[in-house]
């Protein structure tokens, strides 16, 4: 999403390879970015949402939000012998201020993975997460400061862990010997939503950005993975074709809650060609949206109704 929430940025094969699209938030002008003969993935809007984060076959790439002037942030080095950050990039996202990037690496044959920062202008590619040596992947960085979530992989244990910008100050916040991955920060900053197996398979939860009030949202047999926060404003689709109902902005307490969440039956999904549909929740936060006394986030999350394959298909390490 957009920051201002009024636009949605893809990836789609529709015309052989992927591409980067974009749409208006109700699908309609639907426009095509980027037309290489290769992949491009991940796209990521910048916090001013003037520019596109994206990846292009290992390669950290920003262009402007219309598709032009494309510049590569990064050069990846071959696998089996790339320096730290140098593997080739999966997008994490922006920092606040939107003059930083995060993304990892990752080397199959090396077995690790590092979490990485470059300038948006392709300087100071910087190590933020590299020791101990193990699989330091997906990260996010926070909305709001300089702290990084990410999934760490140590001694086969899929953990949710937090970090400085710097490497400082590293600390698990999920603590569980189940499989906790795929970290994502609400748009105040206060909570992280991720997915977990620790009540058998994977479903939705939310915590604290300390690890605390964890809360499970999703109770699904299939897989529910992926979560995503959309941006905090009035909600105003139409209920009778999407499902999703407007809601009141009243004053919202300082504790958001999850009690009035709708059931997974209550809620419309989008049946995709990959088997994946598409659930959406509204959940309060705190921060109410400009020129408003309340606010509301919602968030969207895939359901995966067959068994995945070793790898997402665009060489993800079937590892991790």
Not at 118 to 136: C, E, I, M, S
Not at 275 to 292: A, D, Q, R, W
């Amino acid at each position: 999403w957009s920051p201002d929430g009024q636009r949605i940025a893809w990836a789609s094969d529709r015309n052989g390879n992927f591409d980067i699209y974009i749409a208006n938030a109700d699908g309609s002008e639907a426009t095509r970015l980027t037309a290489s003969p290769v992949d491009e993935l991940s796209p990521r809007w910048s916090p001013e949402g003037e520019r596109i984060a994206f990846s292009r076959l290992g390669e950290i790439m920003v262009m402007n939000s219309d598709g032009s002037a494309t510049r590569q942030l990064t050069e990846m080095e071959p696998e089996s012998t790339a320096a730290p950050c140098k593997a080739g990039g999966f997008l994490g996202g922006w920092s606040p201020d939107g003059t930083q990037l995060t993304f990892y690496t990752a080397s199959i044959s090396q077995g690790s993975g590092q979490i990485c920062i470059v300038d948006a202008d392709g300087l100071n590619l910087t190590v933020v997460k590299a020791d101990p040596d193990a699989y330091h992947v997906e990260p996010a960085w926070s909305p709001l400061d300089r702290r990084i979530a990410y999934r760490s992989v140590r001694q086969d244990n899929h953990e949710v862990y937090v970090v400085n910008a710097d490497g400082s100050d590293d600390m698990n916040l999920t603590g569980s010997p189940a499989t906790d991955i795929e970290p994502a920060w609400s748009p105040d900053g206060r909570w992280i939503a991720f997915a977990s197996d620790r009540d058998g398979n994977f479903e939705i939860y939310i915590m604290r950005s300390d690890g605390s009030e964890v809360t499970r949202l999703t109770d699904d047999a299939a897989k529910d993975s992926v979560p995503a926060w959309g941006a905090p404003r009035p909600l105003a689709l139409p209920g009778p074709t999407t499902g999703v109902r407007p809601v009141d902005m009243p004053e919202l307490p300082e504790q958001p809650t999850v009690s009035s969440l709708p059931t997974p039956a209550s809620i419309a999904t989008v049946q995709m060609p990959t088997l994946v549909s598409s659930p959406t929740i509204e959940v309060p936060t705190t921060v109410p949206p400009s020129g408003t006394s309340g606010g509301a986030c919602w968030m969207t999350w895939g359901v995966m109704r067959k068994p995945s394959p070793p790898t997402n298909g665009h060489g993800r390490p079937p590892p991790i």
